[in-house]
């Protein structure tokens, strides 16, 4: 497993060396790897786990009575139990397992939103929203004439709560909400607006694809409805993601997509759908991937989301105060909670320009609009730097970061 | 304060040629054209450059183009020398340029008898694979202004 520093004083943790990707040279530099929001490395114990599975245990799941296969389903069954037990959810029959947090958000807007949305019916977003939590939104109250209602931001990329509570009016089916903004790293309040949206029996949909890999989740204490996340934002394989739901929701539910596996019975004149949570599996799923998402799970349990919490929150603030003090630096979302991301512009320098130089020194970081289009709108920019902060970095890093900022800047002179 | 790195990075430089930053810094024929007779829209959805190319042809002669929009600084200058380059072209010589400067930006062993003028300073980008969409869009809005297509142009 890995070889975790004794927790230090400073907070910082050590692990990058569990990380292979890690330990290489880009354009004749060391890799600085800033770009763990859109997708985190992983760990060796994530790919041997399922380089192993693959040499020695690969069958089809819940099919087979042989050997392999009975070794396969214990795995991937096994990393359903520990999804489970990561999040704190009631049982293992709330565990749907998707191909990522935007499979997982379009399977609630259109088995659990769209047989029961009515025209003049409302779903209420907000503006911070990922593109994932945004599109599907959009069509399925297109598909039923329902009102898709959006909760405006502030300056600093955090939600108007006061007029959030104000738009959640008795007409409200949903409300789908990020639980850490992907593009600022604002970290929404949200046992506070689950807790406002119960009182008006609104259900909530969570977007938990960036709130997973920085902090522990309880899903019973956030008291969501459902919650999404996707495996490869926390170390895992990509293709792997989770959605939580209460067993009352999603028993009533149709299936998702009709196939193997999600069935008890099929016959000529109709099919006996199968028990939660199979039947919102149709079809092989991803086993190496789950089984390596289960591994990453165990990865970060022995390390502890606490920990990780505390080192990202010393690290983000050194980044924050490293890029302020950069001349004709701009920091996009500086909400008063946030973790592990920074978007910034360096004077009038197009972020894509900046990405390149960047890239240049070695420091891979994201540039654009970061599927939140309508974020950027808000601030009235085409797209921003971020540099986003997992587990595996220092503050060397956010050195190296800060070095090839000021390098960019001296090149648009 | 940090001490800034030389710049030792040729390929950067290379990139980044001062021809280039001049354009993005002072985009010539940047603006709507209010005489034009053609235009298209350009979009590169990776970077979320957006431009609109303007032109103003008669008789099958670019009396004058411009353009407007947002992009880096690769997507502005290579607009901007595209419009300093084919006012008063024949379109049939446009569109060969076209086939020219999107050749000679994407491919190591494009033909290289043809003088390309000024844009060679965008030759850099095929040092860089995912910038050679934002030296290319302006030309393929081109392509679609002339030929009068009416969705947007795109680099995918």
């Known amino acids: 497993m890995s070889q975790v520093q004794p927790f230090t004083t400073n907070a910082l943790l050590d692990v990058s060396g569990d990380f292979p990707v890690l330990d290489q040279e880009v354009h004749g530099r060391p890799l600085v790897y800033l770009d763990s929001a859109a997708s985190a490395q992983q760990p060796a114990a994530v790919i041997d786990t399922v380089a192993a599975y693959h040499r020695n245990d690969h069958a089809n799941v819940h099919r087979g009575v042989h050997t392999l296969s009975e070794r396969a389903t214990e795995a991937y069954e096994g990393a359903r139990d520990k999804i489970q037990a990561f999040i704190n959810a009631n049982s293992r029959r709330e565990i749907v397992l998707t191909s990522g947090t935007t499979e997982s958000i379009n399977l609630v807007a259109q088995s659990y939103c769209r047989p029961q949305l009515k025209p003049g019916n409302k779903v209420l977003i907000t503006q911070l929203e990922h593109h994932s939590n945004f599109v599907p939104w959009q069509l399925v109250c297109e598909q039923t004439g329902a009102d898709l209602l959006i909760a405006p931001i502030d300056r600093r990329g955090q939600l108007d709560l006061e007029r959030l509570q104000e738009l959640m009016t008795e007409d409200v089916f949903l409300l789908a909400v990020g639980h850490v903004s992907n593009a600022l790293g604002t970290v929404n309040p949200i046992q506070d607006i689950v807790g406002w949206a119960k009182q008006r029996d609104i259900k909530v949909l969570v977007d938990g694809a960036q709130g997973v890999p920085h902090m522990a989740i309880d899903v019973a204490d956030i008291g969501c409805d459902f919650y999404a996340f996707s495996g490869h934002k926390m170390f895992g394989p990509t293709g792997t993601g989770v959605l939580y739901g209460r067993e009352a929701l999603l028993d009533d539910m149709p299936p998702w997509q009709g196939g193997g596996d999600m069935i008890l019975e099929v016959r000529l004149d109709g099919t006996v759908f199968n028990d939660l949570p199979y039947k919102f599996e149709a079809g092989t799923p991803n086993i190496s991937g789950v089984i390596g998402l289960g591994a990453a799970i165990d990865y970060l349990n022995a390390i502890g989301m606490d920990r990780i919490a505390a080192h990202e929150h010393v690290l983000l603030e050194y980044m924050m105060g490293k890029l302020s003090d950069v001349d004709g630096v701009r920091l996009i979302g500086t909400a008063e909670s946030k973790t592990s991301v920074q978007s910034f512009m360096l004077g009038d320098i197009h972020p894509h320009d900046l990405g390149t130089i960047l890239d240049h020194q070695g420091v891979a970081i994201r540039t654009g609009h970061h599927c939140a289009m309508p974020v950027m709108d808000f601030f009235e920019i085409p797209g921003t730097a971020r540099a986003s902060l997992a587990i595996y970095n220092s503050s060397d890093d956010v050195d190296r970061l800060i070095a090839a900022v000021e390098k960019a800047r001296h090149i648009f002179a | ?156």
């Open chain 2, 1 to 156: 304060m940090n001490t800034v790195e030389a710049i030792d990075a040729d390929e950067l430089r290379d990139l980044y040629r001062e021809l280039i930053l001049d354009h993005a810094r002072k985009p010539r024929h940047f603006g709507k054209l209010e005489s034009a007779t053609h235009a298209a829209q350009g979009i590169n959805p990776l970077c979320g450059d957006k431009l609109h190319l303007y032109l103003q042809l008669e008789n099958d002669v670019i009396r004058d183009a411009s353009f407007e929009g947002s992009g880096c600084a690769i997507s502005v200058a290579s607009a901007s020398l595209l419009t300093d380059t084919v006012i008063g072209m024949k379109t049939d010589d446009a569109i060969h340029w076209f086939d020219q400067v999107t050749d000679r930006l994407t491919n190591e062993s494009a033909n290289s008898d043809f003088d390309i003028g000024k844009l060679q300073a965008l030759e850099g980008v095929r040092e860089f694979p995912s910038r050679v969409k934002c030296a290319t869009l302006a030309w393929h809005a081109l392509h679609s202004a002339i030929e009068q297509r009416s969705t947007p142009a795109s680099t995918e």
